[in-house]
């Protein structure tokens, strides 16, 4: 059966593209008795196990996952973009888009903005907004990797770290900009990624780069208020291709130590030089009370900004391993900003965002099923084939009916998928706001 998506709601003509809720719920009658026969199938058998299921499913219920306002139209490459129409042309729109992701996966509850790209021109509106939809405003992202339009000085040669202190001013000046934004809004954290460095050996004197980036950092440190994170995003080579002032997770950690108690280091997947064990890096920064956020992606070759969970599942399970430990035994670490970074060209790009979540659902499910008590115990006795049988027992569960059993617990679509295309959503965003629409970033 085929439902028409539009409910054309509005508040105060903000919203005019909204999921109706009895259109999720007729939705779900379909493959009801299915999920049921599913879920307590998985239930009864892990119940038997020692798992309390209903743990994992509101430990699930939690994770709320913010959107990159910059991943709702085709983008992450430097050639041609392939729209598939109806993208969001401003942030109202933008926040639609999550607002649907959000209607129909109940775990994409935030959106993280990069400004100056979603600057709001009417505060009380947006909050109105996004209220309306249930969605908070996650972290936001300063951008001193493009020059803006009158801006004074170039970023050709570096931001935060450049030599001429005018510009490193002008950077910092806007990273406090941001700050500002992102208060009213609500959002209680800033994340900075530089593409500072160089692209041919000799360009920079690498030591004076990471000081002057340090100093900077440290003046926005200044402006951050007290219940706000500054998360410190590293990256080995692009857009410089011979250095990057935050290269790595050592960099990051050595400046957010620098500059105090509310800093820390970002995670993106896709920032890793080939083969980098990564779950490492998360594990040991969470004992050290240091890792703030993380940015969700996968990729084969480099920064390839890809759906997550599309080309390395297992690797993610084994970062969910430690980051479920992590939450559990280390208190001295903060809750983590989550977020997706992915963006690409060939697929419509909230199905590729429910692709994304689900995948974060699933690895992170698995991981809850690791018995961590058992895995101890192989550990001390160094029985190292028992401590792969039990991580790979773990991620060898189908927990699908578990995330559809969080969902449709919540007032999600047991299937976001199916019921995006039943829907046809993306129909209506063309309808709404034409072919020819684009959405800023990269
Ligand atoms: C850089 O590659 C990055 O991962 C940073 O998070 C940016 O802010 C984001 O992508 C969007 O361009
Ligand atoms: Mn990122």
Redesign the pocket.
């Known amino acids: 059966m085929k439902y028409t998506f539009g409910g054309f709601y509005s508040i105060k003509k903000l919203i005019s593209v909204k999921i109706k809720e009895e259109h999720i719920v007729k939705l779900n009658k379909n493959s009801l008795k299915n999920h049921i026969e599913n879920f307590d199938f998985l239930a009864n058998k892990l119940s038997k196990k020692g798992h309390n299921v209903s743990d994992i499913v509101s430990k699930l219920s939690e994770l709320q996952v913010a959107i ?1 306002s ?1 991943a709702l139209g085709a983008g992450g490459t430097r050639f041609g973009r392939f729209s598939f129409y109806g993208e969001p042309s401003n942030l109202e729109q933008k926040l639609e888009d999550v607002g649907v992701l959000q209607s129909l996966t109940q775990t994409a509850g935030a959106v993280s903005l ?1 400004i100056p790209w979603d600057i709001p021109s009417d505060y009380n509106a947006i909050i109105e907004q996004a209220d309306a939809l249930n969605i908070k405003f996650d972290s936001v ?1 300063s ?1 001193t990797f493009q020059d803006q339009k009158y801006a004074i000085e170039t970023y050709k040669y570096g931001s935060l770290s450049n030599t001429s202190q005018a510009v490193r001013e002008q950077a910092i000046q806007h990273n406090l900009d941001v700050i500002n934004i992102g208060n009213k809004l609500g959002s209680k954290c800033l ?1 900075i ?1 530089l593409a500072d460095g160089s692209c041919f050996p000799g360009q920079n004197n690498f030591q004076t780069a990471f000081q002057n980036t340090q100093d900077s950092l440290k003046n926005i440190y200044m402006g951050l208020p007290d219940d706000w994170k500054m998360l410190i ?1 590293y ?1 080995p080579y ?1 857009p410089n291709l011979y250095s990057t002032v935050i290269r790595d997770w050592g960099a990051s950690l050595m400046l957010a130590n620098g500059c105090g108690d509310k800093a820390f280091t970002l995670v ?1 997947l ?2 890793h030089l080939p083969n980098s064990n990564i779950e490492q890096i998360v594990s040991i920064l969470q004992l050290k009370g240091k890792l703030g956020g993380f ?1 969700f992606n996968d990729s084969k070759y480099g ?1 390839d900004d890809l759906t997550v969970g599309s080309i390395k599942p297992y690797a993610l399970f084994l970062i969910f391993n430690e980051l479920v430990y992590g939450m559990e035994n280390n208190p001295q670490n903060p809750d983590l900003n989550w977020m997706i ?1 992915a963006s690409h060209n060939v697929k419509d790009p909230l199905e590729d965002l429910i692709q994304s979540l689900e995948a974060i659902q699933e690895a992170y499910a698995k991981a809850l099923l690791i018995d961590q008590a058992e895995l101890k115990v192989a550990q001390l006795n160094n029985d190292v084939v028992k401590c792969q049988e039990i991580l790979q027992g773990a991620y060898r569960t189908d927990v699908r009916s578990i995330l559809e059993k969080v969902r449709l617990s919540s007032g999600g679509a047991l299937s976001p998928i199916n019921a995006y295309r039943s829907l046809n959503i993306r129909d209506t965003l063309i309808k709404e706001r034409g072919k020819n629409t684009v959405a800023t ?2």
Do not use: C, S
Request: proline share 6%.
């Open positions: 990159p910059w990069h992202n951008n994340t990624w995003e990256k692009e993106d896709g920032h940015h920064d970074d970033g990269l």
